[in-house]
């Protein structure tokens, strides 16, 4: 006997709840998430197209052998951009307004360094709908990145 699967009729507001990511009230001081991901040669060459940063730090090897880097390094918004990745589909998650964010470049990555960009609550401000949330990229035990960010987080009861 043949399974029938019924067709799904998905309302907008349904996909939405589905695709929503934490509401202030699910969200505690003290919760983490992460996104890890090792840097290839394409995502340098990639992110220097989509940026248009073509800076030969990060595309020649001849110039950057002679530079204090003594070689190729990835660009420093390509290894923060996966604090957003965090804050964007994790931690608050989708549904969040990235408001603000502070940034320190400690160390170089270059294409093979796997980096883990970690997203810890500082701060709740339940008035005003926002997170106070530290923001930090190591490789391995060296910390590459770290700052802070803020974002609003819509409520149940007064969306953002």
Known sequence: MDAKVAPVKDSAASVNAELHGLYLEDIEV????VYARTVTDADIVLFAGISGDTNPLHLSSEFADGTHFEGRVAHGMLTASFISAVIG?????PGCIYMSQSIRWNAPVRAGD???ARVTIEEITYDKQRLRLSTICTVGEEVVVEG???VKVPSRDAPA
């Open 114 to 116: 796997s980096v883990l």
């Open 30 to 33: 003290g919760m983490t998430a």
């Open 148 to 150: 802070e960010a803020l």
């Open 89 to 93: 589909t994790k931690l608050p998650g």
